[in-house]
């Protein structure tokens, strides 16, 4: 059965540097998302895409956060200077049509630590 | 705005007796509700979904949901736990109008005991 898989499945990281997640989605997908977890916390939504352009954004995802498909497999979420509050795990979904009634495919997620 | 809510941060019950798993909702129009599993270190697998039409939804692993739309509940229910379903279970849901995020309740660990 397809899967969503990510990497790495951990990062550190130090404070202010730059970090890129992975993700490559179900093949025949066409909407991408990604969430985060924070540890003890809810999954919250981040940001959906769709024909490389975000779609829906949080108001977590701020100027340090972007997404990109480089090529017809990946979906990256790159931090760009990292805080310690940015410390959680992040998971990319796909699904292969935007309508509410799709369920969302979630990868094992990337566990991200910021020291 | 939506949101979700669970009652419960655990739930415990004894192998072979049925579980229930509470969830409400809020939501301006019509819900598209779902329910999620998270086993540890794993990603959230997708378990079951209410679009709309028969009230009880059957899911993966014998899991079953029951829209009640007057008490805006969305509950998880299995009839006989295994000691397997041991995990942690996130309900969801959407708006059917607008476009694409789910909206996460807190989730609630359910702890099956042999």
């Known amino acids: 059965e397809p899967e969503v898989t990510q990497t790495p499945s951990h990062q550190v990281t130090q404070m202010g540097q730059e970090v890129i997640l992975r993700c490559v989605p179900i093949?025949?997908?066409?909407?991408f998302y990604w969430y985060r977890q924070i540890l003890g916390q809810k999954v919250e939504f981040l940001v959906s895409?769709?024909?490389?352009?975000?779609?829906?954004k949080s108001e977590i995802f701020d100027d340090q956060f972007s997404v990109e498909r480089p090529d017809g497999s990946n979906f990256t979420l790159k931090i760009r200077s990292t805080k310690l509050e940015d410390s959680a795990m992040y998971f990319c979904?796909?699904?292969?049509?935007?309508?509410?009634?799709?369920?969302?495919?979630f990868g094992p997620g990337t566990r991200l630590t910021v020291t | 705005a939506q949101s979700v809510a669970q009652p419960e941060d655990q739930v415990n019950v004894a192998e072979g007796n049925p579980l229930t798993v509470k969830c409400t909702y809020s939501?301006?129009?019509?819900?598209?509700l779902f329910w999620y599993v998270q086993y540890p270190n794993r990603g959230l697998q997708f378990l079951l979904k209410?679009?709309?039409?028969?009230?009880l939804v059957k899911g993966s692993y014998g899991f079953e949901a029951e829209f009640n739309k007057s008490q805006t509940s969305f509950h998880l229910k299995k009839p006989s736990a295994l000691v397997s379903d041991s995990a942690l279970y996130f309900c969801?849901?959407?708006?059917?109008?607008?476009?694409?995020?789910?909206?996460f309740g807190t989730g609630t660990r359910l702890l099956v005991s042999p």
């Open positions: 895409f769709y024909n490389n352009e975000i779609s829906e």
């Open positions: 209410y679009i709309t039409g028969d009230n």
């Open positions: 969801a849901v959407r708006e059917n109008t607008g476009f694409q995020k789910l909206v």
């Open positions: 979904a796909s699904s292969v049509e935007a309508g509410a009634h799709y369920e969302q495919y």
């Open positions: 939501v301006s129009g019509n819900p598209y």
């Open positions: 093949s025949n997908h066409l909407y």
